[in-house]
């Protein structure tokens, strides 16, 4: 399918086209700055300008577009809620939204679906231990109205077999929302319950979420309100508990609502309001969550190893050609020196196998920071053509997994990397060699990414 995606480059546009993208889908972005765009995805979208507020998106967008995911919308705890940050939030959704189906209505096409994003804002909160289902009615304060015109802006659009409007939760992402704000509070050591901790949060994982919106285009018993959260929400204080468990940090500093009020003003309410939200639909339908639990989920997120957390990265990069020559490219040895900087000094010592295959095990030394290190690998979970990770066995980190999947996509292949990895020395580690080795890694990348395209000629 051919899929248009507007807020594209937020957080779970940037889930949904990454996932969409693996599955083989072509992409098209709605952007406001299209060089910012096209300078900072990693996914091979195609990119058109457009002032949401002012005006109509192009037509050429639209070319052969088979779904729509309406994804715009300003930052809500960006900035504290004054009249002109509310008037921005409102016409980021309402204003947008409507250009945006009036131009799909304008033309001659009929979408498989129109998935358009809403929040659990619009529900009434506060109601104690109730449990809130799509058909809950609203709530009456700022977030409530701009939810329910935004959702009637999309009702509107007539060009399209259904239309659905996914009403999520508070997204747990390390890289965004509520989680990157209390990531560096907690590892301080200062997190701790809001209140008295007993007011209900409507969690989902990011991976969920994103499942949630692809799910709509291509299921046809979608339509209407779909509340997109975990089935199993749970109290402040026990979200608290469990992120300071899996950060291993305590959580005895309690944060008064009277002292959010006095910060964020109205804004403090996403922070305060108890809302007990249960996705009656999804259970109905039967969907599978990947993370129905929180410590589940929070684990995942932190990339737990060991009883851990790890630091993650992740590099896509499409690479014409097809998917089996781009693998047999990284199952040769002699390619792996090639792309790799000459600073790091890397040579390949041994090699147990004469291909690189499930259990071949390398030593190869190079110097990191100016020091030499010996390095003994493992390859695990081989998949000819498709994945395959190595796994150090001795080296300079404490743990390091480096994941490698390839994927069809148009007349080339996706490349996916993700290296999940701690640091030697506990927290001094993390603390002081953090921001050196994250630095250091993204110099590697990018040097690979640029010798990989080289090799491959990738046009710019």
Same mark, same amino acid.
């Given at each position: 399918?051919?899929?248009?995606?507007?807020?594209?480059?937020?957080? +779970?546009?940037?889930?949904?086209?990454?996932?969409?993208?693996?599955?083989?889908?072509? +992409?098209?972005?709605?952007?406001?700055?299209?060089?910012?765009?096209?300078?900072?995805?990693?996914?091979?979208?195609?990119? *058109?300008?457009?002032?949401?507020?002012?005006?109509?998106?192009?037509?050429?967008?639209?070319?052969?577009?088979?779904?729509?995911?309406?994804?715009?919308?300003?930052?809500?705890?960006?900035? @504290?809620?004054?009249?002109?940050?509310?008037?921005?939030?409102?016409?980021?959704?309402?204003?947008?939204?409507?250009?945006?189906?009036?131009?799909?209505?304008?033309?001659?096409?009929?979408?498989?679906?129109?998935?358009?994003?809403?929040?659990?804002?619009?529900?009434?909160?506060?109601?104690?231990?109730?449990?809130?289902?799509?058909?809950?009615?609203?709530?009456?304060?700022?977030?409530?109205?701009?939810? =329910?015109? #935004?959702?009637?802006?999309?009702?509107? =659009?007539?060009?399209?077999?259904?239309?659905?409007?996914?009403?999520?939760?508070?997204?747990?992402?390390?890289?965004?929302?509520? /989680?990157?704000?209390?990531?560096?509070?907690?590892?301080?050591?200062?997190?701790?319950?809001?209140?008295?901790?007993?007011?209900?949060?409507?969690?989902?994982? +990011?991976?969920?979420?994103?499942?949630?919106?692809?799910?709509?285009?291509?299921? +046809?018993?979608?339509?209407?309100?779909?509340?997109?959260?975990?089935?199993?929400?749970?109290?402040?204080? @026990?979200?608290?508990?469990?992120?300071?468990?899996?950060?291993?940090?305590?959580?005895?500093?309690?944060?008064?609502?009277?002292?959010?009020?006095?910060?964020?003003?109205? &804004?403090?309410?996403?922070?305060?309001?108890?809302?007990?939200?249960?996705?009656?639909?999804?259970?109905?339908?039967?969907?599978?969550?990947? *993370?129905?639990?929180?410590?589940?989920?929070?684990?995942?997120?932190?990339?737990?190893?060991?009883?851990?957390?790890?630091?993650?990265?992740?590099?896509?990069? #499409?690479?014409?050609?097809?998917?089996?020559?781009?693998?047999?490219?990284?199952?040769?040895?002699?390619?792996?020196? &090639?792309?790799?900087?000459?600073?790091?000094?890397?040579?390949?010592?041994?090699?147990?196998?004469?291909?690189?295959?499930?259990?071949?095990?390398?030593? *190869?030394? /190079?110097?990191?920071?100016?020091?030499?290190?010996? #390095?003994?690998?493992?390859?695990?979970?081989?998949?000819?053509?498709?994945?395959?990770?190595? !796994?150090?066995?001795?080296?300079?980190?404490?743990?390091?997994?480096?994941?490698? #999947?390839?994927?069809? *996509?148009?007349?080339?292949?996706?490349?996916?990397?993700?290296?999940?990895?701690?640091?030697?020395?506990?927290?001094?580690?993390?603390? !002081?060699?953090?921001?050196?080795?994250?630095?250091?890694?993204?110099?590697?990348?990018?040097?690979?990414?640029?010798?990989?395209?080289?090799?491959?000629?990738?046009?710019?």
């Amino acid at each position: 399918m051919k899929i248009l995606i507007t807020g594209v480059t937020g957080l +779970i546009g940037r889930r949904v086209s990454q996932l969409l993208a693996e599955n083989g889908h072509r +992409i098209v972005g709605l952007t406001r700055n299209k060089s910012k765009a096209i300078s900072e995805s990693e996914i091979p979208i195609e990119f *058109y300008e457009w002032n949401s507020q002012k005006e109509l998106p192009p037509i050429e967008a639209f070319v052969d577009v088979d779904a729509v995911i309406n994804l715009m919308g300003e930052n809500i705890a960006e900035k @504290k809620w004054n009249r002109e940050q509310k008037r921005i939030i409102y016409n980021s959704r309402v204003i947008s939204t409507r250009n945006l189906v009036k131009r799909i209505n304008s033309l001659d096409l009929k979408l498989k679906c129109f998935t358009s994003a809403s929040a659990i804002g619009c529900y009434i909160a506060n109601i104690g231990d109730n449990e809130i289902t799509e058909t809950e009615k609203a709530g009456n304060d700022f977030l409530a109205k701009t939810c =329910c015109d #935004w959702e009637e802006e999309a009702l509107l =659009c007539i060009n399209t077999q259904r239309v659905c409007l996914i009403r999520t939760g508070v997204v747990l992402s390390r890289d965004g929302g509520a /989680l990157k704000q209390l990531t560096p509070i907690f590892e301080k050591g200062l997190g701790g319950i809001i209140g008295d901790g007993e007011m209900w949060m409507s969690w989902i994982h +990011i991976d969920d979420v994103a499942k949630i919106f692809i799910e709509s285009l291509f299921n +046809i018993s979608f339509e209407g309100v779909i509340n997109a959260t975990s089935p199993n929400p749970v109290k402040n204080k @026990k979200l608290t508990t469990l992120l300071g468990k899996v950060l291993g940090k305590p959580t005895l500093l309690p944060v008064p609502k009277t002292m959010l009020k006095l910060m964020y003003g109205e &804004m403090s309410q996403i922070m305060t309001d108890s809302q007990r939200i249960i996705p009656k639909v999804l259970l109905q339908k039967k969907f599978e969550f990947l *993370y129905s639990d929180l410590e589940k989920a929070l684990s995942e997120i932190y990339n737990v190893r060991n009883g851990k957390t790890s630091f993650c990265l992740t590099r896509y990069q #499409w690479i014409p050609g097809q998917r089996k020559n781009i693998f047999s490219f990284f199952s040769n040895a002699s390619n792996l020196e &090639m792309i790799t900087p000459d600073s790091l000094n890397f040579k390949i010592l041994e090699q147990s196998t004469h291909k690189i295959e499930e259990g071949t095990e390398f030593k *190869y030394r /190079l110097k990191l920071s100016g020091i030499a290190f010996n #390095w003994e690998t493992l390859i695990k979970d081989w998949e000819e053509e498709r994945f395959f990770s190595d !796994f150090q066995k001795k080296g300079p980190y404490k743990y390091w997994h480096h994941y490698h #999947w390839f994927f069809d *996509y148009g007349e080339g292949t996706l490349m996916l990397d993700k290296v999940i990895y701690q640091l030697p020395m506990g927290t001094l580690g993390k603390i !002081f060699g953090f921001k050196i080795v994250e630095k250091q890694l993204n110099k590697i990348f990018s040097y690979r990414k640029e010798k990989i395209a080289n090799f491959f000629k990738v046009e710019k």
